[in-house]
């Protein structure tokens, strides 16, 4: 009789999730699919290359199986690399983004008109010259507040995620490295965590907080996403803390310290990467869908969540309002999942 | 499978009184929810202090936690602050939330599936293509420009459904909702079924079954379908709780007073025994349904055997 449940036949998750709790956020993983949008046969390409690599070198030998496969082996981060380039997706899910943090740094670059100068006469009005977007129903700008929108949208997005990854990787990490009773309690919490629908602990936890800004959004955020990171960096560690390498540096002496740092980190980081770029797009949509149910981020904070819930009563009246900021929050969230995927892709050990 | 059962009921106790926990300390730290009773108006002390010690908010935290965890055990799940019990709240709102959910699970599972296999089967084709991109679309879009879009096009300019579902929810009211709330679930699935598809149509039993002379619709459904299908089955067992707790955007939108509905105004008027109340139910189904996909492997796949 075996005490262990039977393991997860999902085949699409390289990293060790806890039984009993596959998938349990979508937030997880954008893309199940292996090949999301990759050009047809770039992976076999690559495999060929590699082939005919080791076919050249003359270090191979079938005796000795000891002896590495090629001079210099390439790195986990050089093949990532490798196949990113060679990826149109990555490149203008890139563009896309570089473009997106310019305007979020430094909005007047795009626009001189302030998003909160309004003038009521103007309300609704569609584009003239000057503000290719018309008008909201205060008068303002919609072209300067879809600009001006995108730092708050970011910044959530970006600080959220490091928040998560740190936390979760530091907590995460350690348990599934000292085990015990730690491990024991951190995988109690994780459930907790991730029994709460992400939405409705958002909607109880911010009623609760006085005031809303990007920092707060950022915290809450942090709080109820890293049991997801925490999870997938214990499977990580734990998976690595096994091999052989780890057991040599062990007995050649090398402490705790040492191990997690140089030898375990590197190898354990890349499903935390993974994640962290999938939560990116995932959290700046969800950072509008709060300020959409008005738990968010308030006036006069410019976000395009708060925008579009202003939009939607007079949706019917001005189309435009709502048309825009939406277009740009889309934008914005399929330029991250993409990015994600494309990294996702690189980064997956087993699509190799 | 009877251990194996008992076990992961254990295991679901400590997760159930945390989670509780955790939202009725949440919901208690939103203020005073006598104040909130008021709405702003000063109360006669003496009716307030009466009040707080009628609902129990003069005790400690941990007190009054015990008070209505004792309560729920006996099927009391107090009451709102309305006079209404949190019981009958419940009966009128599960059902209809549940409607919804159904109507939405129904559309993810069918499309979702049959979108995946259309697009897996013929990987690289025009259908594959279409729906990679479609799924990425619906993905990045968040689910209430969604709603609102559809709402717009089909109930306020095409006149084609009512913009916001009656009282009582009718089933052919909800298919637009069922739709807005599946959408994004119905992207992961057809996602998911097209990868795994994909997969296993290389796969020697498929081509084993196609030499065998079988014919196209019997290899699909009861070879490749039925290896295929236990990823989907998990996102969707896990979906099921996830949508009920999502399906307050989409109550919101179209106006349905489901759990969602409850819950904002619970929220709203700091009313602890509704928040909770509702929250621990749906906590609750999120375990079920996750014992459910644990349990439902075995039957598609007659390799797991659980001890």
Redesign the interface.
């Known amino acids: 009789m075996s005490d262990q449940p039977p393991d997860r036949p999902d085949q699409h998750q390289p990293e060790h999730t806890q039984p009993g709790h596959p998938r349990s956020n979508e937030l997880y993983s954008a893309f199940p699919s292996n090949d999301a949008g990759a050009g047809p046969g770039s992976m076999e390409a690559h495999g060929l290359v590699d082939e005919e690599d080791l076919r050249d070198d003359p270090m191979q030998s079938s005796q000795d199986p000891a002896v590495t496969d090629r001079e210099k082996p390439r790195s986990l981060w050089q093949d990532a690399w490798r196949d990113l380039r060679g990826n149109w997706i990555f490149w203008v899910s890139s563009v896309v983004i570089l473009i997106l943090i310019i305007i979020a740094i430094f909005p007047g670059l795009f626009t001189s008109v302030n998003p909160l100068t309004c003038n009521l006469a103007n309300s609704q009005q569609t584009a003239t010259s000057g503000h290719p977007f018309g008008f909201d129903t205060q008068g303002c700008d919609v072209y300067s507040r879809v600009i001006h929108g995108a730092r708050d949208s970011i910044t959530v997005g970006v600080f959220a995620t490091l928040g998560t990854v740190v936390l979760g990787a530091v907590l995460g990490g350690l348990a599934g490295f000292y085990g015990g009773w730690w491990d024991a309690l951190l995988s109690r919490i994780t459930d907790i965590f991730f029994g709460i629908p992400l939405l409705l602990g958002a909607i109880v936890f911010l009623s609760a907080v006085p005031s809303r800004s990007v920092w707060v959004l950022v915290g809450f955020l942090s709080l109820f996403g890293w049991p997801q990171v925490a999870r997938i960096a214990r499977g990580a560690v734990i998976t690595s803390k096994q091999q052989d390498y780890v057991t040599a540096a062990r007995a050649l002496g090398a402490g705790s310290g040492r191990l997690m740092v140089r030898h375990i980190l590197p190898n354990a980081v890349a499903p935390i990467i993974v994640v962290a770029t999938i939560m990116l797009g995932t959290y700046i949509s969800l950072e509008a869908t709060l300020s959409y149910l008005g738990v968010g981020l308030k006036p006069p904070a410019v976000s395009w969540g708060i925008d579009i819930s202003n939009a939607s009563g007079s949706f019917r009246n001005a189309p435009h309002m709502l048309f825009y900021p939406a277009a740009a929050l889309s934008i914005t969230v399929l330029a991250f999942i993409m990015l994600g995927d494309a990294v996702r892709e690189a980064l997956d050990p087993k699509l190799r | 499978m009877g251990r194996?059962v008992l076990r992961?009921l254990l295991?679901m106790i400590?997760?159930?009184i945390?989670?509780t926990f955790?939202?009725f300390y949440?919901?208690y730290?939103?203020?005073d929810p006598i104040a909130a009773l008021f709405q702003g108006k000063a109360p006669d002390p003496a009716v307030a202090n009466q009040l707080r010690h009628s609902l129990w908010l003069d005790r400690p935290l941990w007190e009054q936690y015990l008070h209505y965890m004792a309560g729920v055990f006996q099927g009391n799940f107090g009451t709102s602050f309305n006079g209404t019990s949190v019981t009958s709240l419940m009966f009128s709102a599960f059902p209809t939330t549940l409607k919804l959910t159904v109507v939405a699970f129904l559309f993810e599972m069918i499309f979702g599936i049959v979108l995946g296999v259309f697009s897996g089967m013929h990987r690289?084709g025009f259908t594959d293509t279409f729906v990679?991109l479609f799924t990425?679309?619906i993905?990045?879009?968040?689910?209430?420009?969604i709603g609102?879009v559809l709402q717009?096009l089909l109930g306020?300019k095409w006149h084609i459904i009512n913009p916001s579902v009656s009282y009582g929810a009718p089933w052919n009211e909800l298919i637009v909702p069922g739709l807005v709330l599946a959408s994004?679930?119905l992207a992961?699935v057809a996602?998911?079924t097209?990868?795994?598809v994909?997969?296993n149509a290389r796969a020697d039993y498929v081509r084993t079954a196609v030499a065998k002379g079988l014919p196209g619709h019997r290899v699909v459904i009861h070879h490749l379908l039925r290896n295929s299908l236990?990823?989907v089955v998990?996102?969707l067992g896990?979906?099921l709780?996830?949508l009920?707790?999502?399906a307050?955007?989409t109550e919101?939108i179209f106006n349905i007073q489901g759990v969602g509905y409850n819950?904002?105004q619970g929220?709203?008027q700091q009313n602890t025994d509704t928040?909770v109340g509702f929250?621990t139910i749906?906590?609750i189904i999120?375990?079920i349904a996750?014992?459910l996909?644990?349990l439902l492997?075995a039957v598609l796949?007659p390799r797991?055997?659980?001890?």
């Open positions: 194996y992961r295991q400590p997760v159930f945390g989670t955790l939202i949440m919901v730290s939103l203020g690289g990679l990425l679309l993905i990045s879009i968040p689910i209430f420009v609102f717009y306020v994004t679930s992961y996602r998911l097209r990868t795994t994909a997969e236990i990823p998990t996102f896990t979906d709780g996830a009920m707790g999502g307050l955007i919101q819950l904002y929220i709203q928040v929250v749906l906590v999120y375990l996750n014992l996909v644990d492997y796949d797991i055997r659980y001890v």
